[in-house]
T-cell receptor, first 115, second 111 residues
Framework: GAVVSQHPSWVICKSGTSVKIECRSL??????MFWYRQFPKQSLMLMAT?????????EQGVEKDKFLINHASLTLSTLTVTSAHPEDSSFYIC???????????FGQGTRLTVV | QKEVEQNSGPLSVPEGAIASLNCTYS??????FFWYRQYSGKSPELIMF????GDKEDGRFTAQLNKASQYVSLLIRDSQPSDSATYLC???????????FGAGTRLFVKA
């Protein structure tokens, strides 16, 4: 399958700071990228969908000013958690797909801990 | 009604048995269906996808789709302890713009 690389794999930050997570498609052009959040023992929750060159579409209840998504190129999308608080601690996962295939491939995930 | 529903389990089967995982979805316009496996603390990995009614086999895995019943299943033959994980059913919405995940079914394969 296609390779999606997510970085960092884990991060610890202080409350009130911002954290940027990168998601890269290594061997295909990711026209669409998805960002998910997963709390322990819970399902994946879609946060937003981004298409290259367009503004992200956020799911209901997800604050777009807090979770900034940029998808400026066909191989890179970033999620910035601004002014992070302990309740933002979670496992954040990106997935990506191209225009030809509907299956999406996942990055390794980023475990964010806000202290 | 949830968009994609799965029994949360846990489903426990002995080693060597067939594990049967089920999923129903609400969007009649859905065209693509996926099964992902997720180990604890890891991100999901794609096992199979299916687009047409009927069965699709890949090694020990068989996906079954019935669009009229809005039902998709995954059979795992000769289950192994290493198959113990959470299995996520995923469905694209009408138009295929986004992929909706079920809550997942936890599978335990006992040695």
């Amino acid at each position: 399958g296609a390779v999606v690389s997510q970085h960092p794999s884990w991060v610890i930050c202080k409350s009130g700071t911002s954290v940027k997570i990168e998601c890269r498609s290594l061997d295909f052009q990711a026209t669409t990228m998805f960002w998910y959040r997963q709390f322990p023992k819970q399902s994946l929750m879609l946060m937003a969908t981004s298409n290259e060159g367009s503004k992200a579409t956020y799911e209901q209840g997800v604050e777009k000013d807090k979770f900034l998504i940029n998808h400026a190129s066909l191989t890179l999308s970033t999620l910035t958690v601004t002014s992070a608080h302990p309740e933002d601690s979670s496992f954040y996962i990106c997935s990506a797909r191209d225009t030809v295939n509907t299956e999406a491939f996942f990055g390794q995930g980023t475990r964010l801990t806000v202290v | 009604q949830k968009e994609v529903e799965q029994n949360s389990g846990p489903l426990s089967v002995p080693e060597g048995a067939i594990a049967s995982l089920n999923c129903t979805y609400s969007d009649r316009g859905s065209q693509s269906f996926f099964w992902y496996r997720q180990y604890s603390g890891k991100s999901p990995e794609l096992i199979m996808f299916i687009y047409s009614n009927g069965d699709k086999e890949d090694g020990r895995f068989t996906a079954q789709l019935n669009k009229a019943s809005q039902y998709v299943s995954l059979l795992i033959r000769d289950s192994q302890p290493s198959d113990s994980a959470t299995y996520l059913c995923a469905v694209t919405n009408t138009g295929g713009f986004k992929t909706i995940f079920g809550a997942g079914t936890r599978l335990f394969v006992k040695a």
